[in-house]
């Protein structure tokens, strides 16, 4: 495989990270970077390229398992197996987010893609339906923080977060399975619209991310393993280290600014995104 070649995975990857966790749809920014420059479909194909997409998607994912490492050992109680020890701070799951309301904010969304996986594949993932999904998104967003300015109650930290917030979140997720709306736009703009702030809403994004973006990434690498070609594996590396090592930085990042900017310039983003894609791929 040539340089240039490694060069368009590492770019992949880059805006795979960039964007994969930050509410601006890495789906409609893989349009304008792959599908307009980089075409990576004419030299892997189609299917190799997809393939690609969810190998750098667990770069990502494995990025959100490094920020939030002791979170998941507390929720999974293991704590003990590496070191924390018992009666510590991060051992106490009293007043802390628990296993179950992560569980309740995963099922709406997880249901409803395992039942219309196929339809979603099939019909929806174009570019007019990506344009849709990223206007209404920002419509949502920016409803989302004037509800929050009207909110004198709000929970600080994901740790004072309810099972009927979860609920709540976990059924506006539904909306990302709309290519464009953006996972983490329509569940941080849930959130806020429930009663967190902008960092707990984000932090409980983030935490409820890695085993949906896992679970639909390894039944999709499993069913185009096919695809995962020996030939095409330094190409996979490239894309894969560059996805987490961007995403590492983006959601460190984002999490120290979401509170002082809150959602609206993200909405303008996308707005002007969406443009973009619209004169170049449609005008």
Same mark, same amino acid.
């Given at each position: 495989?040539?340089?240039?070649?490694? $060069?368009?995975?590492?770019?992949?990857?880059?805006?795979?990270?960039?964007?994969? #966790? @930050?509410?601006?749809?890495?789906?409609?920014?893989?349009?304008?970077?792959?599908?307009?420059?980089?075409?990576?479909?004419?030299?892997?194909?189609?299917?190799?390229?997809?393939?690609?997409?969810?190998?750098?998607?667990?770069?990502?994912?494995?990025?959100? $398992?490094?920020?939030?490492?002791?979170?998941?050992?507390?929720? $999974?109680?293991?704590?003990?197996v590496f070191g924390t020890g018992k009666g510590s701070a991060a051992a106490?799951?009293?007043?802390?987010?628990?296993?179950?309301?992560?569980?309740?904010?995963?099922?709406?969304?997880?249901?409803?893609?395992?039942?219309?996986?196929?339809?979603?594949?099939?019909?929806?993932?174009?570019?007019?339906?990506?344009?849709?999904?990223?206007?209404?998104?920002?419509?949502?967003?920016?409803?989302?923080?004037?509800v929050y300015k009207r909110k004198t109650v709000r929970a600080e930290t994901?740790? *004072?977060?309810?099972?009927? *917030? @979860?609920?709540?979140?976990?059924?506006?997720?539904?909306?990302?399975?709309?290519?464009?709306?953006?996972?983490?736009?329509?569940?941080?703009?849930?959130?806020?619209?429930?009663?967190?702030?902008?960092?707990?809403?984000?932090?409980?994004? #983030?935490?409820?991310?890695?085993?949906?973006?896992?679970?639909?990434?390894?039944?999709?690498?499993?069913?185009?393993?096919?695809?995962?070609?020996?030939? @095409?594996?330094?190409?996979?590396?490239?894309?894969?280290?560059?996805?987490?090592?961007?995403?590492?930085?983006?959601?460190?990042? #984002?999490?120290?600014?979401?509170?002082?900017?809150?959602?609206?310039?993200?909405?303008?983003?996308?707005?002007?995104?969406?443009?973009?894609?619209?004169?170049?791929?449609? $005008?």
């Amino acid at each position: 495989m040539e340089f240039w070649e490694i $060069l368009k995975a590492i770019i992949l990857g880059l805006v795979e990270g960039l964007t994969e #966790f @930050a509410p601006v749809s890495s789906t409609g920014h893989m349009i304008i970077v792959d599908d307009m420059w980089l075409k990576s479909e004419e030299f892997l194909g189609k299917y190799t390229a997809n393939t690609f997409k969810v190998v750098i998607q667990l770069g990502s994912i494995l990025a959100v $398992l490094v920020v939030f490492r002791q979170r998941f050992i507390d929720l $999974l109680g293991l704590n003990r197996v590496f070191g924390t020890g018992k009666g510590s701070a991060a051992a106490s799951n009293k007043g802390r987010l628990k296993l179950m309301q992560v569980i309740v904010g995963l099922l709406p969304a997880g249901v409803l893609g395992v039942l219309f996986e196929d339809y979603i594949d099939e019909y929806l993932f174009s570019t007019e339906t990506v344009l849709i999904g990223l206007v209404v998104g920002a419509i949502l967003m920016i409803v989302a923080d004037y509800v929050y300015k009207r909110k004198t109650v709000r929970a600080e930290t994901v740790d *004072q977060i309810t099972y009927k *917030q @979860a609920l709540g979140i976990g059924l506006i997720q539904c909306l990302s399975l709309w290519p464009g709306f953006s996972r983490s736009g329509s569940t941080i703009s849930g959130g806020v619209m429930f009663g967190l702030s902008h960092r707990a809403a984000s932090d409980f994004t #983030f935490i409820m991310a890695v085993p949906i973006m896992f679970g639909a990434s390894f039944l999709s690498l499993i069913k185009n393993l096919e695809y995962f070609t020996m030939d @095409a594996l330094p190409f996979f590396i490239a894309g894969f280290v560059a996805a987490f090592v961007f995403a590492l930085i983006s959601i460190r990042f #984002f999490l120290k600014l979401i509170d002082r900017i809150k959602l609206v310039p993200f909405a303008i983003y996308r707005i002007v995104l969406a443009a973009i894609i619209y004169f170049v791929f449609i $005008l």
